[in-house]
């Protein structure tokens, strides 16, 4: 079930959240205008992916973490994955007046946010990020074969824009002189944090070329801070931010910065899982957010039951067995309770939240 078939007149905010209503005023009418001229068009992987592989990954050994994580891969150079009329098609979705109307708000992370739009809303930002194609692309990328963790971490966007005909900001094409903001280089735009869930890909969807700054400050194993490279309009950038203490640096210049974000975890149901909620309760409708988040959870909990019966099952007429390996079944329960006992944490009160 998506979450508009679940709450079709909910907006994102909810009791107890950190984000509150925005209206479309917020925005500059200039860009909405813009986004709103494009001729809707479905996805189609063949004119809409354009990916290559980064010139360069870099791994959880080369900044200190060791085999901390699900994958051996931390971060990744910026690297082509839409196609220019793809961006297009997504900005015209996230603009769209729908859209803003129920999903336009701010909170304590960014003045404008938009997430939480299901595939209904935005069926090519959904279709795209769960195309064949792009999940290819973004698995080969983070070392692991991964999914969106669930529809509503589904294009998420971060929006900062001047308004039209502020002309305030320093000239873009010489950063602004030091004794300044500038020198603040460690300034973040969201703090230093680690994010909910394993993976990450970034996309940008604006033209930074006259921007200085927005790239990403990580926190090496031993404690170093190390700069890395931000995407460019249409590229994207993959981190396991789950396991990585980062933080985006303040951008100076430029028109607009729109970013969309979706969250990936290990499509094996097996595999390792480590994702919590504590980021995104508070700027979500948290039920919609319990919900999504208990079904995948325990359909990876089902996948496991099921291939643990089957051992237990095949243990039991295998010939010339001697005795039931309980040890090892009960190992396995164990691991399963934590599982729950996690869940049973996340899913609190979201009046306490």
Known sequence: MTCEQAHPDTPLHSPGGHCK??????????????ARETV??????????????????LTMQELGFGDRGISPNAVSDPFPLFSKSAIEQMRAEIFSQPVLDKYHVSSVFASNQIRGAGPRLTPFIHNAWNSPQVLAAVSQVAGVDLIPV?????????????????????????????????????????????????????????????????????????????????????????????????????AHGGRERIAMVTSFRPR???????????????????????????????????????????????????????????????????????????MIEELKDEKCC
């Open 21 to 34: 209503k925005r209206t479309p005023s917020d925005l500059p009418p200039s860009i909405i205008n813009k």
């Open 268 to 342: 094996d149901p097996h595999a390792k899982d480590d994702s919590f909620l504590g980021g995104v309760r508070r700027i979500s409708h948290v039920p919609t957010v319990y919900q999504q988040y208990a079904e995948y959870r325990l359909e990876n909990l089902e996948e496991r039951l099921r291939r643990e019966l089957k051992k237990v099952r095949m243990e039991g007429k295998a010939v010339g067995a001697v005795e039931f390996d309980y040890k090892r079944t009960r190992a396995w329960l164990e691991e399963q309770r934590d599982f729950i006992g996690v």
């Open 40 to 57: 809707k068009e479905a996805f189609d992987a063949h004119k809409h992916v354009q990916f290559e592989p980064p010139k360069k990954i």
């Open 150 to 250: 669930f529809e509503y971490d589904t294009g998420h966007c971060n929006v900062s824009v001047r308004p039209d005909g502020d002309t305030s900001t320093p000239p873009p094409s010489s950063p602004p002189p030091r004794g300044t903001e500038a020198e603040k280089d460690e300034k973040e735009v969201f703090g230093w944090h680690e994010d909910c869930f394993p993976f990450v890909c970034v996309v940008m969807l604006s033209d930074c070329s006259e921007m200085v700054g927005g790239e990403t400050m990580l926190k090496t194993g031993n404690g170093e801070l190390l700069k890395v490279r931000g995407p460019s309009k249409g590229t994207a950038v993959v981190m396991q931010g789950r396991y990585i203490p980062h933080a985006a640096l303040a």
